[in-house]
Antibody, heavy 116, light 112 residues
Framework: EVQLQQSGAELVKPGASVKLSCKTS????????MSWLKQMPGQNIEWIGN????????GYNQKFKGKATLTVDKSSSTAYMDLSSLTSEDSAVYFC?????????WGQGVMVTVSS | DVVMTQTPVSLSVSLGGQVSISCRSSQSLVHNNGNTYLSWYLQKPGQSPQLLIYKVSNRFSGISDRFSGSGSGTDFTLKISRVEPDDLGVYYC?????????FGGGTKLELK
């Protein structure tokens, strides 16, 4: 059974950074891309970028370049997303999702709240 | 970026009824390889989105045949027949033909 388990909710101060994780199981991590997506409360879903589990190759939405940095640890089949210089506009739920031309499996999501 | 426009924004249905959701893209979603990467997702309250349909009309594993997708080019439709309580939530269409992948604004399905 494919599973994507995300880390817990984060409360961070403006200007700080946060690192989110997405631990996978049930499939060959290195054979798939992993995407990260953002959903602000009551709003649309935005694609942040993706990373290939095999070689760590990345692709980013221009909107999130400089904001998000994606990495993987193949040894633990885990994907990570660093978000930097956080502002209130970064308060949202962030999902990881397996990416194979469509998003077939999703993590449960993690809420990031940026507040002083 | 490709803009995805869903209509209606909300929909009321009686249990056992049938509904259709429309999704239009600002550009053709036919990829150079001939595939059309249009998907449908359902997000139930408090949950992450789940894949229902991929490449226009293919049901994902475990998805009921009450869900069907159709369309081509820039116009697509999701039909749900014999609506059940577990079908309620927000439906999103999404495209993966052109980068970046984009989603429609969602259609909220509620009970009448």
């Amino acid at each position: 059974e494919v599973q994507l388990q995300q880390s817990g909710a984060e409360l961070v101060k403006p200007g700080a950074s946060v690192k989110l994780s997405c631990k996978t199981s049930g499939y060959t991590f290195s054979n798939y891309y992993m995407s990260w997506l953002k959903q602000m409360p009551g709003q649309n879903i935005e694609w942040i970028g993706n990373i290939y589990g095999g070689n760590g190759g990345t692709g980013y939405n221009q909107k999130f370049k400089g904001k998000a940095t994606l990495t993987v640890d193949k040894s633990s089949s885990t994907a990570y997303m660093d978000l930097s210089s956080l502002t209130s506009e970064d308060s949202a739920v962030y999902f990881c999702a397996r990416d194979g031309d469509y998003f077939d499996y999703w993590g449960q999501g993690v809420m990031v709240t940026v507040s002083s | 970026d490709v803009v995805m426009t869903q209509t209606p924004v909300s929909l009321s249905v009686s249990l056992g009824g049938q509904v259709s959701i429309s999704c239009r893209s600002s550009q053709s979603l036919v990829h150079n390889n001939g595939n059309t990467y249009l998907s449908w997702y359902l997000q139930k309250p408090g949950q992450s989105p789940q894949l229902l349909i991929y490449k226009v009309s293919n049901r994902f594993s475990g998805i009921s045949d009450r869900f069907s997708g159709s369309g081509s080019g820039t116009d697509f439709t999701l039909k749900i027949s014999r609506v059940e309580p577990d079908d309620l939530g927000v439906y999103y269409c999404g495209q993966g033909t052109q980068y970046p992948p984009t989603f429609g604004g969602g259609t909220k399905l509620e009970l009448k």
